[in-house]
DNA sequence: TTTGGATAATGAACAACGTTCAGTATATTT
DNA sequence: AAATATACTGAACGTTGTTCATTATCCAAA
């Protein structure tokens, strides 16, 4: 009676399925530009069919928000790889920013869209954890090993990925339009800037 | 012949009639969720006629943003009043912070809402201008007095801007319910890391 | 004071959106 | 083969921002 189990499976790949044309639109368009319509044209089904297998589009979003950390958990394993804690933290941050200045539209929809957040959300807590913990970890190494003006763990990790974060996000929104000059010298000063910051609190 | 002078008059006080309503709205329930056709009610027009003072949504964004960024200087001009540029830079960071705290949708739509900048706008340009120029003329100062651990302003400038602006946006996007225990604890701990990361890079 | 042309305001209409649901087609079990 | 369960559809609802022909109001000239 191996229907049931063949019923499931095509459960699952059919919100794989939407969730693979949702996150090749949100990508592209941005989450408020992409249609529930349009997925649906994508995948060549009704709008109405969505609505089996999701809530509505914001639980969209969070199956495309949980594949995102999941990206972001990737290029940090593998950037940022030196057995120096210091060297870590420094690839680690720079693999943030690029990671944001790459995938605008993707790092808008992880931390920047207004929607509610579920914490309690399964795979969005483990993937999102992951990515916090290899901050917290890096910089539990630094600390233990006195290399670092800071003693407190968390207000290490707050401080650096509210300067990684609040480079980022000014700039997909176009605030330091202001201050930098030209719009290609935008990835090399956010890295300087952040760079900077490290050196300031290094000891 | 003072009948255009009125007519002028008239216009500006309309757009100023909308803009308050549109800001009123925007306060309560956010840019997103504040309809034209509710701006119409609330100042008992038709909805096309806002379209007569504004060409869309956006630019009465604009306006509002404007007049926020006036707000936001206003509250630099009486909280950060120290002659100690330390201290003022202490109080401009707290200022910036407890400003996003207390008006979270206002803070919303001047820095984190999606709108194309139009860098070009006089208004605009000015107010936000007053702000960051306030900001940069207390690290200029801190800079030449040989106080921080950082020499070029506009590096500095980033660094702080990115850091506040990071743990305001953050907390707003409710990504630090991870990393804070309770809700209440927030401005608190916003301020503790902003001081911690002040102490940090102060000689 | 009446009339004619500018100006201001209207509100129905349009297209697009997220979402729902009665109806239909397909698949499974009896 | 009939009955039941499941999957899917697509028209419809209520919003949204925005437009525009129509109507009302105002002001200057006759």
Redesign the pocket.
Known sequence: ?G??E??ER??TE?RELITAAAMKMFLEDGY?????????DAI?????????????????LYEVQADAYGRLFEVFKKEATSTDPLEKLNQLARAYINFGLNNPELYDLMFIIRAPMNVDEELHKVNGANCLNFLIDCLTDCINKDLLRMTDVQQATLQIWSTVHGLVSLNLRCRLKIMVESEEAVPLVLIKTMEDYLAAVTK
Do not use: H, Q
Not at 32 to 37: D, E, F, G, Y
Not at 44 to 60: M, R
């Open positions: 009676m229907v049931t063949r019923k095509e459960k059919m408020a530009k992409t249609s529930i319509r349009g997925i649906a060549e089904y009704s709008p109405g069919t969505i609505y089996l297998y999701f809530k509505d589009k914001d639980e969209l």
